[in-house]
């Protein structure tokens, strides 16, 4: 499998660290009990087309948002997750 | 209290033996370890991607490198290592960390990295092959041609690897690696490269 990196171009999976559902977004403080334990301990085990965080540490060690689709391996898109880069932010 | 000396010192200075290593013959790769040089870390702040840019062109004359790419001027090499990030390499001080910290006071972080990492050049008929081995990047002229730039791994470990201005006709290849690994990598290196014949040198001068 390889990796298309919006910044590297196309590289080896060996270069990059999974990390996993790049779907689940941190709760509000003050959230309640069931929501902060669905965050840290409930994921879905999605069959097909899923959003991944991925992390290009054997490169430019940005961290990516990758769409994969867990069935084939089929990366439809790559993208920076967000803040990476200050070009990204602000400028 | 006791005295220390401390001496500067390549983190290669066990490993390299300067001399012919491998297979005898005419040597298919040359292997050069430059020595003393100066190296900053540019890192944009957080909306400063042009200001950077604007400081930088002010010092070296030329636009920071934004892909993965290494532009040369007369005395400096801005090489690209990742999202709004590039290195400065020189010598003497011209462009060190002290030098740079004005221009880039209100634009970027600068982190001096002249002592943390290994610069090795590597060049031959055979290095492209020799490469090959350690890289899963097309270093071939038509992908990898003068200037272009690399964040990527060798062996497991990370380098900024970069094509310099040829060499007797030859492509130069130039190996940024982290200090404490820098060993390693030679070793691996060598090995790769022994059935080549390898000529191993160190030189003060910058490529």
């Not at chain 1, 540490?57 to 803040?83: D, M, Q, Y």
Request: proline share 3%.
């Amino acid at each position: 499998m390889r990796i298309t990196c919006p910044f590297c171009g196309e590289r080896e999976l060996g270069e990059f660290t999974y990390l996993g559902d790049a779907k689940p977004v941190r709760p509000v403080a003050g959230a309640s009990e069931g929501e902060v334990f669905d965050y840290v301990y409930l994921r879905d085990n999605i069959a097909g087309v899923m959003s991944e965080n991925w992390y290009h540490g054997g490169g430019c060690r940005a961290w990516l948002k990758v769409t994969r689709n867990t069935l084939t391996h089929e990366i439809s898109a790559v993208e920076p997750a967000a803040g990476v880069g200050a070009a990204k932010v602000g400028a | 209290m006791a005295e220390f000396s401390w001496d500067v010192r390549s983190p290669l200075d066990r490993a390299l033996v300067a001399g012919q290593y491998g297979a005898q013959g005419d040597a298919g790769v040359s292997l050069t370890e430059i020595r003393n040089f100066d190296l900053v870390q540019v890192i944009v702040r957080r909306g400063k991607a042009a200001d950077t840019a604007q400081a930088a062109k002010a010092r070296f004359g030329v636009a920071t490198p934004e892909t993965p790419k290494a532009v040369q001027t007369t005395d400096a090499t801005l090489i690209w290592s990742g999202p709004d990030q590039f290195f400065v390499l020189s010598k003497d001080g011209k462009h060190g960390t002290e030098a740079l910290a004005q221009p880039f006071a209100s634009s970027a972080s600068l982190s001096d990295q002249s002592h943390a990492r290994v610069l090795i050049s590597i060049s031959g008929a055979r290095a492209r092959t020799m490469l090959a081995k350690l890289s899963s990047i097309d270093l071939h002229h038509d992908a990898f041609a003068l200037g272009a730039a690399a964040a990527t791994s060798m062996d497991h470990t990370s380098v900024t690897l970069w094509r310099g201005n040829d060499r007797d006709g030859l492509a130069v290849f130039n190996v940024l690696v982290f200090a404490t690994f820098a060993e390693s990598l030679w070793h691996t290196i060598l090995d790769s490269a022994a059935e080549y014949g390898v000529a191993i040198s160190h030189s003060e001068e910058l490529a």
